[in-house]
């Protein structure tokens, strides 16, 4: 669902809110968030104890949230400015995680909406998916990458979420934060999109707007992905076996100290054709792990996590795709292949510091590597890339009556290599080779103070500065304002200005770089200035009653000094010296949401424009949206079942044709056949000159829920029928030319009845 919830402001005198929250028949309930009035605000502590402090006298929704048990709600009433002493208790039940497919005519690729409530707290554009967001996926499919390129704002290619666009940024222009910590290249190949376990995740923030200054070097967006925390008494176990991949996610507490989650997943999709014709050398898996303890007066948390991505396919035979009878007819003698893997491991540190404070420090280790061999009648091409990140930070924050002080730093040292080597397959021309590799240290202060008193205006403002230690320093302002004249309505306006030193080769104008996107970064060498982004933004919510929310925001984005790929080649690698550009994006989007007793729906309408200038030319980018309109409808019929409707449309994405040397066809399950031959090239001339015809997709869905009892604790099943694309117009995804030069269109997936299930004990 498009994640738009009512917005209430915090008014007059300030009180208190405190207690203990207990599970029936568990005791203390740790790690359970409090919400006041849709803002999350705290959570409760080992022994199930809580403090919310700041709160205007009147009446406020208190939502107690947490995996594994039902979300409780309780309206409370504060007459004056005294603290209130309020206990609830929660009822164990499991958390259904996202069902998977088990007999599909396509995969599920289209961006799925969320139960997502945006707490827009001195925040325009920050959208928070609460415990529980899979379930709200419209007849499953989740996905997070899919999940957040459903939020206003953000641009997909087509009906593929593999690199996300938010506010016209690139892919590799996004922060993604694990429990805190810094992952690279969490993508898969094509549909499968996210490389992180969505099982694993009970809660993530999607930053669109102007985010904290807490948050460096990505000049679009910050997504911060929460994992789940363990149960306080019993091994907790999910698994998902579907025609795709099977995975599965273990949850078990650590004494009464803390708690562990391990989580795997391993794929058999055959996305493309291969030298055995099935796609069976094509895959992906991941590892994902996590622990917390409670150790002396703080808590310490433990990060790992892993991906690996396998994608083997035939390189262009002419004369259409072979099939598995005769994969290699007329073909040369080695596939195509590109093969990447990306790391993390990390550990935070959290000690609470007075009665209002708290100290964090987190140290890290992130990296990936992708090696990529390509093969066309007239030469051969070998990439490699690597990139490995050692970083260091701390932070102390103080929270005070009405405002919050928060002062921190970072120190970092990214160590990049980015080597192509090019053999031409005639002996008389010689082999050329193109490295690039630098490994800078980087350090950066930050300070910033966000105030929400009981006047009308609340403000964040903060200042970020970093230096490669070279002479370089960059001083990235940030503030963000409110007013909120009244409890049903607020006004936003906001800047923000980041930095990005590591930058992506990913042309991501070719289309096969948006079915194989691994992380391909470089560091810009001394003589060139950082990327920098500045963001403008304004914002209005309207609450009407207790039913209906409006929403208009618009943005304005200019970005400098970027690494353009698309401007050094028209293939899928970059193999000479990269260019440099600029370029702006801008938009408007209205929004609307309607929740009453069991309806609730959605709804999102966007007019934007995203421009590039590199190499003496201006383009439309590949994630340029001049409209858009999507929305959703789910009706519970009863506590366990749902029916879902979920729509988009849009304009065509703008693409430059390809020139003959790539074959394509939708990807079919039932026969394992794959997506593409070849590699695709860009024709010579302007890019980006012509648009694709629109998507118009619609979706139906119903979800229902089994609760089983089994030797005294709660297990259950989930199983979801999804019809997709029902009117069958597959997205357009490129224009190809043939031999004889007419051009093709190429499409997405068609229609498809998809049957998900997944069970937890």
């Given at each position: ?546 039913a209906v929310s409006l929403g208009l925001d618009a943005y304005l984005r200019r970005w400098s000094n970027v690494v353009v790929p698309a401007s050094s080649t028209s293939s899928f690698l970059v193999a ?186």
């Amino acid at each position: 669902m498009l994640p738009i919830v009512p917005l209430v402001r915090l008014l007059g005198a300030m009180a208190g809110i405190h207690g203990t929250v207990h599970a029936a028949g568990h005791g203390p309930a740790a790690g359970v968030h409090v919400e006041l009035d849709g803002a999350d605000r705290c959570a409760t502590d080992s022994a199930g104890r809580y403090a919310v402090i700041g709160v205007a006298p009147g009446s406020h929704a208190v939502r107690f949230v947490a995996p594994g048990y039902e979300t409780r709600q309780v309206t409370v009433l504060l007459a004056d400015s005294s603290d209130l002493a309020l206990d609830v208790e929660l009822i164990v039940e499991p958390v259904f995680l996202p069902p998977i497919e088990v007999v599909a005519a396509t995969p599920d690729t289209t961006p799925a909406g969320g139960g997502a409530s945006s707490s827009q707290w001195h925040e325009a554009g920050h959208y928070r998916f609460a415990p529980g967001w899979q379930a709200d996926q419209p007849a499953g499919g989740a996905d997070i990458q899919q999940l957040v390129a459903a939020v206003p704002g953000v641009a997909t290619r087509g009906d593929n979420s593999t690199a996300l666009s938010i506010h016209g940024g690139r892919g590799s222009e996004n922060l993604i934060l694990l429990d805190g910590i810094p992952v690279i290249g969490a993508v898969h190949f094509a549909g499968a999109s996210s490389a992180i376990n969505p099982d694993a995740i009970a809660a993530l923030d999607v930053h669109t707007g102007i985010s904290s200054a807490r948050y460096d070097g990505a000049l679009s967006g910050v997504i911060e992905l929460e994992t789940a925390a363990a149960p306080s008494r019993t091994v907790q176990l999910t698994g998902t076996l579907s025609s795709t991949d099977v995975r599965s996610v273990m949850r078990a507490p650590l004494g009464s100290t803390g708690g562990l989650l391990l989580g795997a997943r391993t794929s058999f999709r055959n996305l493309f054709t291969d030298r055995t014709g099935l796609g069976a050398l094509n895959g992906y898996d991941d590892f994902i792990a996590t622990a917390h303890l409670s150790v002396g007066a703080g808590t310490l948390r433990i990060v790992s996590f892993e991906s690996s991505d396998r994608l083997h396919w035939t390189p262009f035979a002419g004369g259409g795709i072979q099939s598995a009878d005769d994969p290699l007819s007329g073909a040369p003698s080695a596939p195509d292949a590109a093969d990447w893997r990306s790391g993390t491991v990390g550990a935070t540190w959290t000690q609470a510091h007075g009665a209002y404070g708290a100290w964090h420090a987190a140290a890290w280790w992130t990296g990936s590597s992708a090696s990529i061999a390509l093969l066309s009648r007239t030469q051969a091409q070998q990439l490699n890339s690597t990139i490995g990140e050692f970083g260091l930070s701390t932070e102390m924050r103080q929270r005070f009556r009405a405002s919050t002080l928060t002062i921190g730093g970072e120190l970092q040292q990214p160590r990049t290599s980015y080597v192509v080597t090019t053999r031409p397959l005639s002996q008389a021309d010689s082999s050329t080779r193109l490295a690039l590799g630098a490994a800078p240290v980087l350090g950066s202060l930050y300070s910033e103070w966000d105030w929400h008193g009981p006047s009308p205006v609340d403000f964040r403002a903060g200042l970020r500065a970093s230096t490669d230690f070279r002479g370089t320093i960059n001083l990235d302002p940030r503030l963000v304002v409110n007013l909120h004249p009244d409890q049903a309505t607020r006004f936003e306006a906001g800047f923000g200005r980041t930095h990005q030193t590591v930058q992506s080769m990913l042309n991501e104008e070719n289309l096969t770089s948006s079915m194989a996107a691994p992380a391909l970064p470089v560091i810009s060498v001394s003589n060139i200035p950082t990327a920098t982004a500045d963001q403008w933004l304004l914002s209005v919510d309207r609450q009407l009653g207790g039913a209906v929310s409006l929403g208009l925001d618009a943005y304005l984005r200019r970005w400098s000094n970027v690494v353009v790929p698309a401007s050094s080649t028209s293939s899928f690698l970059v193999a000479g010296t990269p260019l440099y550009g600029d370029g702006r994006a801008q938009g408007v989007i209205a929004s609307a949401a309607f929740v009453h007793g069991a309806l609730a729906m959605h709804m999102s309408a966007g007019l934007a424009t995203a421009l590039q200038q590199a190499g003496g030319a201006t383009y439309h980018t590949g994630f340029d949206q001049p409209w858009s309109f999507a929305g959703d409808a789910a009706y519970h019929v009863t506590r366990r079942t749902t029916l879902q409707l979920r729509w988009t449309t849009s304009a065509g994405q703008s693409v430059t044709p390809l020139s003959p040397g790539i074959e394509w066809r939708p990807y079919q399950p039932a026969t394992g056949t794959g997506e593409m031959e070849g590699v695709a090239t860009n024709l010579p001339g302007p890019l980006n000159a012509a648009r694709l015809a629109g998507p118009l997709r619609i979706d139906l869905g119903v979800r229902h829920t089994w609760l089983v009892n089994l030797h005294g604790g709660q297990s259950g099943i989930s199983a979801a029928l999804r019809l997709e694309n029902l009117l069958n117009r597959p997205d357009p995804v490129g224009i190809m030319a043939r031999p004889d030069g007419s051009l093709q269109l190429l499409r997405g997936t068609p229609r498809g009845l998809i049957f998900e299930v997944d069970w937890v004990y």
